[in-house]
């Protein structure tokens, strides 16, 4: 039997609609989900409003028992994303965000290389994040972008961030991060003009670079794809199963595992969050900011 789900809204920052464009699409061919026309009826609750009004409504929506995923941000604050964690846990549903770079082929392999140990102890990550073209976040690149590099680097080290040093400006930021335990973590990220070879707002930039003890692995997250050049356009096509597709995956454990949580959830939009709150507050005043972790 399959998972119901209702698409709710089609919003999001700026002119993003990632509902039609990425939410849909996956869940119409997923195998293990179904979509129908009634929230009510539905199992899962896949929300994608303007951010000022998502918070509300994901909280609406646990406290209806729902599951969700959510686009990303999970919500405008760190309050907010706090809220719906403890809502979660009280009410045993999935909430998923939408940090869907983290299952990105190459990233997965990379980091179960950390964990295994293949470059030693990690002491240092490094990564680009850069968009090139497509139609400017009014929240700033850092709030529209920050969480995807955010995200996959604590999942790269299983460390939490606790100082942040922001440099440049909301769309193109560098983050200095300070985890446990002496790594560091520098991390650049935001939105460039449009280049050639690029479709507006394709991925000109993501990769990382873990040093660790006993060595050092460079990945180029925009791989394994291909670069397809057609008379109307010209981009990258995924040679498997794309980074939503396994989002939806996760959902669908999650909620099979009836435990009430999945393998990415509002803890880990929580944590997101903070970092680029601390990266607002830096840039603000120049100085480090302590996460409050």
């Not at 990425?22 to 009634?38: K, N, T």
């Not at 990379?110 to 002491?123: E, F, I, K, Q």
């Not at 995807?148 to 299983?158: F, K, N």
């Not at 790594?183 to 990382?208: K, Q």
Request: one cysteine or more; hydrophobic letters at 45%; proline letters at 6%.
């Amino acid at each position: 039997m399959t998972i119901t789900v209702a698409l709710v809204g089609n919003g999001g920052i700026g002119t993003q609609d990632h509902q039609s464009s990425m939410y849909g699409p996956a869940f119409e061919r997923h195998p293990l989900f179904s979509l129908v026309d009634d929230p009510a009826a539905a199992q899962v609750l896949s929300i994608a409003v303007p951010l000022a009004e998502r918070g509300a409504a994901i909280a609406d929506a646990v406290r209806a028992g729902k599951h969700v995923l959510a686009d990303k941000p999970l919500a405008a604050t760190l309050a907010e994303a706090v809220e719906i964690e403890r809502l979660a846990a009280e009410h045993g549903v999935v909430v998923v965000p939408a940090h869907h770079q983290r299952f990105n082929a190459a990233l997965r392999s990379a980091t179960a290389a950390v964990r295994a140990g293949r470059v030693g102890l990690p002491w240092n990550v490094q990564c680009d994040f850069v968009v090139a073209g497509g139609d400017p976040a009014p929240t700033g690149e850092l709030v529209n972008f920050g969480l995807y590099p955010v995200d996959v680097v604590r999942a790269l080290l299983g460390l939490e961030v606790r100082r942040v040093h922001a440099t440049g400006s909301p769309d193109l930021v560098t983050l200095l991060l300070d985890h446990d335990h002496g790594v560091t973590s520098t991390i650049v990220c935001g939105r460039v003009p449009a280049l050639r070879d690029l479709p507006p707002g394709g991925l000109a930039v993501h990769r990382y670079r873990i040093s660790g003890s006993h060595g050092v692995l460079a990945v180029d997250a925009r791989k394994p794809a291909l670069q397809v050049r057609t008379t109307e356009s010209n981009g990258l096509v995924w040679t498997g199963p794309g980074t939503v597709d396994a989002l939806l995956d996760v959902l669908a454990a999650g909620i099979a595992s009836g435990a009430g949580r999945a393998a990415i959830g509002p803890h880990d939009a929580v944590r997101a969050q903070r970092v680029i709150e601390a990266a607002q507050r830096s840039m603000e005043t120049g100085q480090p900011v302590e996460t409050g972790e």
